[in-house]
């Protein structure tokens, strides 16, 4: 089957995976861990494209290339969908284990929080945290069409959605679209998914959630946009 979309990013691109074959589309899949992302384990080249450090990531992405032929496949032409930089396990931790809460753009806050953060706070630990991936999205909204895919909500805590709406802004200035397919399912950002949208591990999205991402991004044209399907 000929690929026609690429498919790059951590462990939650593997319900984007399974959503293209439910749909009879072929792809192309580069993927590793949240840690490797978060740790700044990929870089961007103008003449290479990406690059990895880890082994098994820097082969299968050597037999992309040598599949699309072309040494930056972000040049190949093909619509990029991608899960990566959002790391919101990781960023969460820290603010969580002192009860630190991040204040909306109206100030309100989770009322159980100890600490209040303010936004620009929020944004400069993000961008401490996330400045190589975003440079990496950056690099490639300059030669391809990349959609940034928001992970499934397991729970509708407050730290979660501010950081996925600061994260999401930022991308979107980036030059890359951004799509939350959780916002199909649940229509706000408050509510968590039902567990039939997840995996037994409660983390990681269903290949019936991976099927609903992929179809709702073909039935709103995202691929060749500069806009947010949801």
């Given at each position: 089957?000929?690929?026609?979309?690429?498919?790059?990013?951590?462990?939650?691109?593997?319900?984007?995976?399974?959503?293209?074959?439910?749909?009879?589309?072929?792809?192309?899949?580069?993927?590793?861990?949240?840690?490797?992302?978060?740790?700044?384990?990929?870089?961007?080249?103008?003449?290479?494209?990406?690059?990895?450090?880890?082994?098994?990531?820097?082969?299968?992405?050597?037999?992309?290339?040598?599949?699309?032929?072309?040494?930056?496949?972000?040049?190949?032409?093909?619509?990029?969908?991608?899960?990566?930089?959002?790391?919101?396990?990781?960023?969460?931790?820290?603010?969580?284990?002192?009860?630190?809460?991040?204040?909306?753009?109206?100030?309100?806050?989770?009322?159980?929080?100890?600490?209040?953060?303010?936004?620009?706070?929020?944004?400069?630990?993000?961008?401490?945290?996330?400045?190589?991936?975003?440079?990496?999205?950056?690099?490639?909204?300059?030669?391809?069409?990349?959609?940034?895919?928001?992970?499934?909500?397991?729970?509708?805590?407050?730290?979660?959605?501010?950081?996925?709406?600061?994260?999401?802004?930022?991308?979107?200035?980036?030059?890359?679209?951004?799509?939350?397919?959780?916002?199909?399912?649940?229509?706000?950002?408050?509510?968590?998914?039902?567990?039939?949208?997840?995996?037994?591990?409660?983390?990681?999205?269903?290949?019936?959630?991976?099927?609903?991402?992929?179809q709702t991004l073909l039935d709103h044209a995202v691929f060749g946009t500069k806009k947010s399907a949801a």
């Open positions: 089957m000929q690929a026609e979309v690429l498919i790059i990013g951590d462990s939650h691109t593997d319900t984007l995976a399974r959503g293209c074959e439910r749909l009879g589309i072929g792809y192309h899949h580069v993927r590793s861990s949240g840690e490797a992302w978060f740790e700044g384990k990929f870089a961007f080249r103008p003449d290479k494209g990406l690059i990895a450090q880890s082994g098994p990531t820097k082969k299968k992405l050597l037999a992309v290339k040598e599949a699309i032929g072309h040494e930056n496949i972000f040049e190949s032409g093909l619509p990029v969908i991608a899960s990566f930089g959002f790391n919101l396990g990781m960023l969460m931790s820290a603010i969580s284990a002192f009860d630190q809460g991040i204040c909306d753009l109206d100030g309100q806050c989770d009322e159980g929080a100890e600490t209040i953060l303010s936004q620009g706070f929020a944004r400069a630990y993000i961008e401490a945290n996330c400045g190589k991936n975003f440079r990496i999205i950056k690099n490639v909204a300059k030669v391809a069409d990349i959609t940034m895919v928001v992970p499934p909500r397991p729970d509708a805590k407050w730290n979660r959605q501010q950081f996925v709406e600061l994260i999401s802004e930022r991308m979107v200035q980036l030059g890359a679209n951004v799509f939350d397919p959780s916002m199909v399912i649940t229509k706000d950002r408050g509510t968590a998914l039902e567990t039939r949208w997840l995996n037994e591990d409660g983390v990681h999205a269903s290949p019936e959630y991976g099927e609903l991402a992929v």
